[in-house]
Protein backbone atom coordinates (compact mmCIF):
# COMPACT_ATOMS: atom_id res chain seq x y z
CA UNK A 1 0.00 0.00 0.00
CA UNK A 2 1.41 3.48 -0.78
CA UNK A 3 -0.19 6.93 0.75
CA UNK A 4 0.27 10.10 -0.50
CA UNK A 5 0.54 13.26 1.74
CA UNK A 6 -2.32 15.58 1.86
CA UNK A 7 -2.87 18.66 4.33
CA UNK A 8 -0.04 19.03 7.66
CA UNK A 9 -0.78 16.47 9.48
CA UNK A 10 -1.90 13.18 8.15
CA UNK A 11 -1.29 11.04 5.09
CA UNK A 12 -4.39 10.48 2.75
CA UNK A 13 -4.16 8.10 0.28
CA UNK A 14 -4.15 9.62 -3.24
CA UNK A 15 -6.00 6.88 -5.28
CA UNK A 16 -8.15 3.73 -4.21
CA UNK A 17 -5.05 1.32 -3.66
CA UNK A 18 -6.55 -0.59 -0.74
CA UNK A 19 -8.24 -4.27 -0.90
CA UNK A 20 -11.47 -3.84 -0.42
CA UNK A 21 -12.59 -3.73 3.26
CA UNK A 22 -16.45 -4.29 4.66
CA UNK A 23 -17.25 -1.19 5.00
CA UNK A 24 -16.13 -0.60 1.59
CA UNK A 25 -18.26 -3.45 -0.04
CA UNK A 26 -21.51 -2.43 2.35
CA UNK A 27 -21.55 0.96 1.09
CA UNK A 28 -21.13 0.11 -2.77
CA UNK A 29 -23.93 -2.03 -2.04
CA UNK A 30 -25.95 0.26 -0.53
CA UNK A 31 -25.72 2.54 -2.62
CA UNK A 32 -26.57 -0.05 -5.60
CA UNK A 33 -29.84 -0.88 -3.89
CA UNK A 34 -30.90 2.70 -3.21
CA UNK A 35 -30.63 2.36 0.20
CA UNK A 36 -27.73 5.75 0.00
CA UNK A 37 -27.92 8.42 -2.24
CA UNK A 38 -24.37 9.05 -1.76
CA UNK A 39 -21.56 8.11 0.44
CA UNK A 40 -17.95 9.10 1.59
CA UNK A 41 -15.40 7.01 3.88
CA UNK A 42 -11.95 7.25 5.30
CA UNK A 43 -10.55 4.49 7.75
CA UNK A 44 -7.29 5.37 8.90
CA UNK A 45 -4.37 4.40 11.35
CA UNK A 46 -1.47 6.19 12.70
CA UNK A 47 -1.16 8.41 9.13
CA UNK A 48 -2.17 5.59 6.76
CA UNK A 49 -5.47 5.37 4.87
CA UNK A 50 -6.58 2.06 4.82
CA UNK A 51 -10.04 3.30 3.03
CA UNK A 52 -10.43 6.57 1.47
CA UNK A 53 -13.18 6.44 -1.18
CA UNK A 54 -16.85 8.21 -2.54
CA UNK A 55 -20.01 6.54 -3.49
CA UNK A 56 -22.81 7.61 -5.70
CA UNK A 57 -24.77 10.86 -6.26
CA UNK A 58 -24.27 14.28 -4.32
CA UNK A 59 -28.25 14.31 -4.73
CA UNK A 60 -31.23 12.32 -5.57
CA UNK A 61 -32.45 15.02 -8.40
CA UNK A 62 -29.29 16.06 -10.02
CA UNK A 63 -26.31 13.35 -11.61
CA UNK A 64 -23.26 15.01 -10.28
CA UNK A 65 -21.04 12.11 -8.83
CA UNK A 66 -19.61 12.78 -5.04
CA UNK A 67 -15.92 13.15 -4.70
CA UNK A 68 -13.39 13.84 -1.74
CA UNK A 69 -15.09 17.83 -1.73
CA UNK A 70 -18.25 17.05 -1.13
CA UNK A 71 -19.91 18.55 1.54
CA UNK A 72 -22.06 16.52 4.04
CA UNK A 73 -24.27 17.78 7.16
CA UNK A 74 -22.54 15.38 10.13
CA UNK A 75 -25.27 16.11 12.44
CA UNK A 76 -24.71 15.11 15.87
CA UNK A 77 -20.84 14.40 14.84
CA UNK A 78 -20.97 18.33 14.98
CA UNK A 79 -21.21 17.71 19.22
CA UNK A 80 -17.55 16.17 19.07
CA UNK A 81 -16.53 19.57 17.16
CA UNK A 82 -17.80 21.80 20.13
CA UNK A 83 -16.35 19.97 22.57
CA UNK A 84 -13.20 20.83 20.88
CA UNK A 85 -13.84 24.01 20.77
CA UNK A 86 -14.99 24.45 24.22
CA UNK A 87 -12.00 22.29 26.08
CA UNK A 88 -9.68 24.45 24.10
CA UNK A 89 -11.36 27.84 25.38
CA UNK A 90 -11.55 26.59 28.53
CA UNK A 91 -7.33 26.15 28.51
CA UNK A 92 -7.09 29.75 27.45
CA UNK A 93 -9.04 30.86 30.30
CA UNK A 94 -11.91 32.57 28.24
CA UNK A 95 -14.64 29.90 29.37
CA UNK A 96 -15.17 28.24 32.90
CA UNK A 97 -16.40 24.75 32.56
CA UNK A 98 -17.70 24.68 36.79
CA UNK A 99 -19.39 28.42 35.47
CA UNK A 100 -23.27 28.86 35.25
CA UNK A 101 -24.46 29.39 32.06
CA UNK A 102 -25.97 32.21 33.49
CA UNK A 103 -23.02 33.65 33.73
CA UNK A 104 -22.74 34.17 30.07
CA UNK A 105 -26.26 34.25 29.16
CA UNK A 106 -28.33 36.99 31.67
CA UNK A 107 -31.93 35.20 30.55
CA UNK A 108 -30.31 32.14 32.35
CA UNK A 109 -30.54 34.00 35.84
CA UNK A 110 -34.35 33.20 35.95
CA UNK A 111 -33.19 29.84 36.88
CA UNK A 112 -32.72 28.95 40.90
CA UNK A 113 -29.72 26.76 39.81
CA UNK A 114 -28.83 27.46 36.30
CA UNK A 115 -27.03 24.34 34.34
CA UNK A 116 -22.56 24.56 34.29
CA UNK A 117 -20.84 25.02 30.90
CA UNK A 118 -19.67 21.19 31.96
CA UNK A 119 -23.17 19.94 32.15
CA UNK A 120 -24.36 21.11 28.97
CA UNK A 121 -21.39 19.30 28.09
CA UNK A 122 -22.20 16.02 29.17
CA UNK A 123 -26.16 16.26 28.49
CA UNK A 124 -26.65 17.08 32.07
CA UNK A 125 -28.32 20.67 32.46
CA UNK A 126 -31.69 19.65 32.88
CA UNK A 127 -32.73 21.28 29.24
CA UNK A 128 -35.40 19.01 26.86
CA UNK A 129 -34.29 16.52 24.77
CA UNK A 130 -35.64 15.13 21.23
CA UNK A 131 -35.70 12.18 22.20
CA UNK A 132 -38.66 12.83 23.97
CA UNK A 133 -41.97 14.31 22.74
CA UNK A 134 -41.33 18.01 22.38
CA UNK A 135 -43.48 20.99 22.21
CA UNK A 136 -43.88 23.50 18.93
CA UNK A 137 -42.14 25.83 20.60
CA UNK A 138 -39.05 23.62 21.43
CA UNK A 139 -39.00 21.72 17.85
CA UNK A 140 -39.16 25.42 16.64
CA UNK A 141 -35.92 26.43 18.87
CA UNK A 142 -33.79 23.67 17.26
CA UNK A 143 -35.42 23.01 13.73
CA UNK A 144 -36.19 26.54 12.22
CA UNK A 145 -33.00 27.35 10.77
CA UNK A 146 -33.88 31.34 9.90
CA UNK A 147 -33.52 31.71 13.31
CA UNK A 148 -30.33 33.36 14.74
CA UNK A 149 -28.27 31.28 17.90
CA UNK A 150 -28.98 33.90 19.73
CA UNK A 151 -32.73 33.86 18.91
CA UNK A 152 -32.90 30.15 19.30
CA UNK A 153 -31.01 29.95 22.78
CA UNK A 154 -33.09 33.04 24.16
CA UNK A 155 -36.18 30.41 23.20
CA UNK A 156 -34.95 27.50 25.02
CA UNK A 157 -34.58 29.96 28.09
CA UNK A 158 -37.92 30.37 28.50
CA UNK A 159 -38.41 26.42 28.33
CA UNK A 160 -39.06 24.54 31.80
CA UNK A 161 -35.93 22.51 32.73
CA UNK A 162 -36.64 18.47 32.89
CA UNK A 163 -34.80 17.95 35.82
CA UNK A 164 -32.32 20.11 38.19
CA UNK A 165 -29.13 20.33 36.46
CA UNK A 166 -26.43 17.37 37.22
CA UNK A 167 -28.98 14.61 38.07
CA UNK A 168 -30.32 13.12 35.13
CA UNK A 169 -28.54 12.41 31.42
CA UNK A 170 -31.17 13.68 28.82
CA UNK A 171 -29.29 14.09 24.85
CA UNK A 172 -29.97 17.17 24.05
CA UNK A 173 -29.44 19.31 20.78
CA UNK A 174 -30.86 22.40 22.77
CA UNK A 175 -28.27 22.06 25.43
CA UNK A 176 -25.69 22.40 22.88
CA UNK A 177 -27.42 25.19 21.82
CA UNK A 178 -27.12 27.13 24.83
CA UNK A 179 -23.58 25.87 25.38
CA UNK A 180 -22.74 27.23 22.24
CA UNK A 181 -24.25 30.99 22.79
CA UNK A 182 -22.16 30.85 25.80
CA UNK A 183 -19.16 30.11 24.09
CA UNK A 184 -20.40 33.08 21.92
CA UNK A 185 -20.79 35.60 24.60
CA UNK A 186 -17.51 34.47 26.47
CA UNK A 187 -15.45 34.47 23.49
CA UNK A 188 -16.87 37.73 21.94
CA UNK A 189 -17.09 35.37 18.29
CA UNK A 190 -19.94 33.89 16.92
CA UNK A 191 -19.49 29.73 16.35
CA UNK A 192 -18.92 29.85 12.90
CA UNK A 193 -15.64 32.07 13.37
CA UNK A 194 -14.45 29.44 16.84
CA UNK A 195 -14.59 26.86 14.30
CA UNK A 196 -12.81 28.38 12.01
CA UNK A 197 -10.24 29.39 14.64
CA UNK A 198 -9.74 26.34 17.22
CA UNK A 199 -10.18 23.76 14.44
CA UNK A 200 -10.05 24.28 10.48
CA UNK A 201 -6.46 26.86 11.06
CA UNK A 202 -4.85 24.10 12.99
CA UNK A 203 -5.51 20.84 11.18
CA UNK A 204 -5.80 22.48 7.63
CA UNK A 205 -8.97 22.43 7.05
CA UNK A 206 -10.08 24.54 4.05
CA UNK A 207 -14.38 23.11 3.59
CA UNK A 208 -15.86 22.54 7.09
CA UNK A 209 -18.33 24.78 7.88
CA UNK A 210 -21.85 25.63 9.33
CA UNK A 211 -22.91 27.63 6.48
CA UNK A 212 -21.82 26.09 2.87
CA UNK A 213 -21.64 29.12 0.06
CA UNK A 214 -25.45 29.54 -1.35
CA UNK A 215 -23.24 29.23 -5.03
CA UNK A 216 -21.95 25.88 -3.77
CA UNK A 217 -23.50 23.08 -5.45
CA UNK A 218 -21.11 20.34 -4.26
CA UNK A 219 -22.96 19.67 -0.57
CA UNK A 220 -24.99 16.65 -0.52
CA UNK A 221 -28.70 15.97 0.11
CA UNK A 222 -30.79 12.92 0.95
CA UNK A 223 -33.85 11.43 -0.65
CA UNK A 224 -37.19 11.14 1.05
CA UNK A 225 -39.24 8.16 1.00
CA UNK A 226 -40.48 8.48 -2.41
CA UNK A 227 -37.38 9.37 -3.76
CA UNK A 228 -37.42 13.19 -4.42
CA UNK A 229 -35.23 15.66 -2.30
CA UNK A 230 -35.03 15.72 1.35
CA UNK A 231 -35.62 19.20 1.29
CA UNK A 232 -35.11 19.92 5.73
CA UNK A 233 -31.28 19.43 4.85
CA UNK A 234 -30.45 23.24 6.43
CA UNK A 235 -28.46 24.39 3.18
CA UNK A 236 -31.24 24.33 1.09
CA UNK A 237 -32.73 27.35 2.48
CA UNK A 238 -29.90 29.19 0.85
CA UNK A 239 -29.16 32.75 2.44
CA UNK A 240 -32.33 31.78 4.49
CA UNK A 241 -30.26 29.83 7.06
CA UNK A 242 -28.87 31.86 9.67
CA UNK A 243 -29.10 29.31 12.69
CA UNK A 244 -25.91 27.40 13.43
CA UNK A 245 -27.37 24.54 15.33
CA UNK A 246 -24.31 23.82 17.54
CA UNK A 247 -24.10 20.05 18.01
CA UNK A 248 -25.74 19.21 15.35
CA UNK A 249 -26.00 21.76 11.45
CA UNK A 250 -21.86 21.47 10.73
CA UNK A 251 -21.01 20.79 7.48
CA UNK A 252 -17.64 18.67 6.37
CA UNK A 253 -15.96 16.26 4.28
CA UNK A 254 -14.62 12.29 5.08
CA UNK A 255 -11.03 13.54 4.38
CA UNK A 256 -11.03 16.78 6.94
CA UNK A 257 -13.13 14.77 9.62
CA UNK A 258 -10.45 12.19 9.30
CA UNK A 259 -7.97 15.03 10.27
CA UNK A 260 -9.63 15.48 13.11
CA UNK A 261 -9.78 12.17 14.23
CA UNK A 262 -6.29 11.51 13.47
CA UNK A 263 -5.19 14.55 15.82
CA UNK A 264 -7.74 12.67 18.66
CA UNK A 265 -6.21 9.19 17.97
CA UNK A 266 -2.48 10.62 18.63
CA UNK A 267 -3.55 12.98 22.22
CA UNK A 268 -5.06 16.02 20.92
CA UNK A 269 -2.68 17.93 19.52
CA UNK A 270 -2.53 20.57 17.74
CA UNK A 271 -5.99 21.31 18.80
CA UNK A 272 -5.98 20.05 22.49
CA UNK A 273 -3.85 20.89 25.35
CA UNK A 274 -2.71 17.21 27.28
CA UNK A 275 -5.13 18.40 29.96
CA UNK A 276 -8.18 19.07 27.88
CA UNK A 277 -7.53 15.54 26.09
CA UNK A 278 -7.33 14.34 29.65
CA UNK A 279 -11.18 15.43 30.07
CA UNK A 280 -11.92 14.50 27.01
CA UNK A 281 -11.11 10.40 27.90
CA UNK A 282 -12.77 10.80 31.45
CA UNK A 283 -16.13 10.15 32.48
CA UNK A 284 -17.53 13.80 34.04
CA UNK A 285 -20.17 11.38 36.04
CA UNK A 286 -19.32 8.15 37.50
CA UNK A 287 -20.92 5.37 35.71
CA UNK A 288 -22.14 7.23 32.57
CA UNK A 289 -20.83 6.28 29.18
CA UNK A 290 -21.52 9.66 28.02
CA UNK A 291 -18.74 12.19 28.07
CA UNK A 292 -17.75 15.65 26.97
CA UNK A 293 -19.61 15.40 23.75
CA UNK A 294 -18.64 11.98 23.10
CA UNK A 295 -19.84 8.41 23.70
CA UNK A 296 -16.98 6.45 25.87
CA UNK A 297 -16.02 3.02 25.61
CA UNK A 298 -14.90 2.07 29.39
CA UNK A 299 -13.71 -1.34 30.49
CA UNK A 300 -14.75 -2.36 33.76
CA UNK A 301 -12.66 -0.68 35.99
CA UNK A 302 -11.18 1.32 33.63
CA UNK A 303 -10.61 5.60 34.36
CA UNK A 304 -10.01 6.17 30.83
CA UNK A 305 -11.72 5.82 27.52
CA UNK A 306 -10.31 3.36 25.30
CA UNK A 307 -12.48 4.60 22.36
CA UNK A 308 -14.66 7.93 21.60
CA UNK A 309 -17.72 7.37 18.98
CA UNK A 310 -20.53 9.59 18.00
CA UNK A 311 -23.12 9.36 15.40
CA UNK A 312 -25.24 12.04 13.97
CA UNK A 313 -28.67 12.11 12.04
CA UNK A 314 -30.45 15.39 10.70
CA UNK A 315 -32.86 15.37 8.05
CA UNK A 316 -31.82 12.45 5.56
CA UNK A 317 -27.53 13.32 6.19
CA UNK A 318 -26.16 10.62 8.52
CA UNK A 319 -22.30 10.59 10.08
CA UNK A 320 -20.25 8.20 12.23
CA UNK A 321 -17.31 8.61 13.54
CA UNK A 322 -15.50 6.50 15.26
CA UNK A 323 -11.20 5.99 17.17
CA UNK A 324 -10.12 3.33 18.94
CA UNK A 325 -7.76 4.78 21.55
CA UNK A 326 -5.71 1.77 21.79
CA UNK A 327 -4.69 1.53 18.28
CA UNK A 328 -4.99 4.16 16.97
CA UNK A 329 -7.37 3.32 14.12
CA UNK A 330 -10.35 5.70 13.25
CA UNK A 331 -13.31 5.79 10.93
CA UNK A 332 -15.48 8.34 9.58
CA UNK A 333 -18.29 8.08 7.37
CA UNK A 334 -20.84 10.75 5.94
CA UNK A 335 -23.89 9.25 4.01
CA UNK A 336 -26.95 10.75 2.56
CA UNK A 337 -30.10 8.23 2.90
CA UNK A 338 -32.95 7.36 0.59
CA UNK A 339 -36.05 5.55 1.56
CA UNK A 340 -36.53 3.32 4.47
CA UNK A 341 -34.43 5.74 7.11
CA UNK A 342 -33.67 2.86 9.25
CA UNK A 343 -31.73 0.34 6.72
CA UNK A 344 -29.00 2.57 5.38
CA UNK A 345 -27.51 3.01 9.15
CA UNK A 346 -27.80 0.06 10.00
CA UNK A 347 -25.62 -1.31 7.02
CA UNK A 348 -23.28 1.34 7.69
CA UNK A 349 -23.22 0.22 11.76
CA UNK A 350 -23.02 -3.02 10.90
CA UNK A 351 -20.05 -2.78 8.77
CA UNK A 352 -18.29 -0.42 10.86
CA UNK A 353 -18.56 -3.22 13.60
CA UNK A 354 -16.95 -5.68 11.26
CA UNK A 355 -14.09 -3.28 10.78
CA UNK A 356 -13.46 -3.33 14.48
CA UNK A 357 -14.45 0.18 15.82
Not at 175 to 183: F, I
Request: glycine share 10%.
Amino acid sequence: MTTAKLGPFLLLAAAPLWAQSTLDRALKQAVSDGALVGAQAYVGKGGEALLDAVYGKVRPDRDAPVDAETLFCIGSVSKPLASAITLALAGDGKVALEAPVSRYIPSFDRLPRPPTIAQLLAHRGGVYTQRRQMSKSQIRWIRDFRLTLEQAVEGIAGEELIAEPGELFAYSGAGYCVLGRALERASGDPMETLLQRRLAVPLGWRRTTYFPKVEDANVAAGANREGGLQRDTPHLLGEEQRLALVGGSVYSTARELALFAHAIAQGGRPVLSEEAFAKLTSPPFPGERYGYGWSLRMPDGAEKATALRHNGALAASRASLRIDLDSGKYAVVLYSIAGDPAEGPKRVQAALDAEGL
